[in-house]
């Protein structure tokens, strides 16, 4: 499945890719300029962020949970107000790896093509990498190849998140240090670089109970207790990833002009 979902997506993408250059280049720049946008999802993660804020503060907690499945795993029927807003923390830190800076990672690197390879494994990993019975002999080929494609980007951004922090005025130190203290209190080899990240730049504790398709889990714990995890903190992790998407795409333009 992973074979011919990539393969195909890859070989769609650049035969376009090649098909629009060879009738005309600026058409090809355009068509190259559309597919590296079609890879990133910061506009998305604001607005269905911004939807789960805006429940939130109009004490709308049913469809509140209602808008948070749209953005997590987790089962959401039974979330209360805080439980909501820690789980789009963490689903905001997450995306910002896959749905920012790992995209714009690969796409620095090999353009769209690239780019396209890294989502096709990231969203079969988001369909099927998981460790339950269903899916655990299906998917772990998925969930593996994504840690894999996922390293160093990872790592990225957790430092990318920490200087973002600064820029907004919150706590590069405390960002860094929790990246590097609890960037391996998670399931996932890098998903706790990006959430320790967030959490040390907010003050918050991340992690926790959770549950996932009925079954309780009990994740570990991440970051400091320095301020309550209030609604708010949605609205500064989304301020958080619209920054480090400025960098990174500021990072990828010094990239290329230098190299």
Same mark, same amino acid.
């Given at each position: ?7 195909? &997506? ?25 597919? &590296? ?55 905001? &830190? ?6 920012? !800076? /790992? ?12 780019? !396209? ?21 299906? =998917?772990?080929?998925? &969930? ?9 980007? /990872? ?6 998140? /920490?200087?973002? /922090? ?25 998903? =706790? ?14 992690? =926790? ?51």
């Amino acid at each position: 499945m992973v074979i011919l979902v990539v393969c195909v &997506a890859s070989g769609i993408s650049y035969g376009i890719l090649r098909f629009s250059k060879a009738l005309n280049p600026f058409l090809g720049d355009v068509v190259w300029v559309y597919l &590296a946008y079609t890879t990133l999802a910061v506009r998305d993660l604001r607005v269905k962020g911004k939807a789960v804020l805006k429940e939130l503060n109009s004490g709308e907690i049913k469809e509140a949970r209602v808008r948070l499945s749209m953005i997590v795993a987790r089962d959401t029927e039974n979330l209360n107000k805080e439980e909501i807003a820690r789980a789009a923390v963490e689903s905001v &830190a997450e995306s910002i790896n896959d749905g920012i !800076i /790992a995209p714009l990672f690969y796409l620095i690197l090999g353009g769209p093509v690239a780019a !396209i390879v890294y989502k096709s494994v990231n969203t079969l990993d988001s369909m099927v990498g998981y460790k339950n019975e269903k899916y655990l002999n299906f =998917g772990w080929f998925s &969930a593996k190849l994504d840690d894999c494609l996922n390293y160093i980007p /990872a790592r990225v951004t957790g430092l990318v998140i /920490a200087v973002s /922090a600064g820029i907004y005025n919150k706590n590069f130190t405390a960002s860094f240090r929790m990246m590097t203290r609890d960037g391996k209190n998670h399931f996932s080899p890098n998903s =706790g670089l990006s959430e320790a990240a967030m959490a040390g730049a907010l003050g918050v504790k991340l992690g =926790g109970a959770s549950s996932y398709f009925g079954k309780s889990v009990q994740k570990p714990y991440i970051g400091e207790e320095k301020n309550v995890l209030k609604i708010s903190c949605v609205n500064e992790a989304l301020d958080i990833s619209f920054i480090a998407s400025v960098l990174m795409l500021l990072g990828g333009i010094v990239y290329k002009w230098v190299f």
